[in-house]
């Protein structure tokens, strides 16, 4: 069964920073590209950031320069370091893998910027 796990989401002020977290399992993990999204009520989910199996990155231009992808194949995990936070990154962020032909999400993890 595939699943993900997000974390590290929270309140912080603005100009502050975050790591988000993605404990991966069910799949091999470093065979595939993962990701991150995140939605607003209302709002379609929207592509954050990306990386690759062998590490090739890409991002939304509202959070290149500020936000950081990584991953570590020894412990299936993604990670994403958010620093310089706006208000406007104020929402649920969830993780994603795509595999089969279908795209795997975990439940989300909140975030709150405060101006």
């Known amino acids: 069964q595939v699943q993900l796990v997000e974390s590290g989401g929270g309140l912080v002020q603005a100009g502050g920073s975050l790591r988000l977290s993605c404990a991966v399992s069910g799949i091999i993990f470093s065979l595939y590209d993962m990701g991150w999204y995140r939605q607003a009520p209302g709002k379609q989910r929207e592509l954050v950031a990306t990386?690759?199996?062998?590490?090739?990155?890409n991002y939304a231009d509202s959070v290149k320069g500020r936000f950081t992808i990584s991953r570590d194949n020894r412990i299936n995990t993604v990670y994403l370091q958010m620093n310089s936070l706006k208000p406007e990154d104020t929402t649920v962020y969830f993780c994603?893998?795509?595999?089969?032909?279908?795209?795997?999400w975990g439940q989300g993890t909140p975030v709150t910027v405060s101006s």
């Open positions: 990386i690759g199996r062998g590490g090739l990155t």
């Open positions: 994603n893998v795509h595999l089969n032909n279908l795209d795997y």
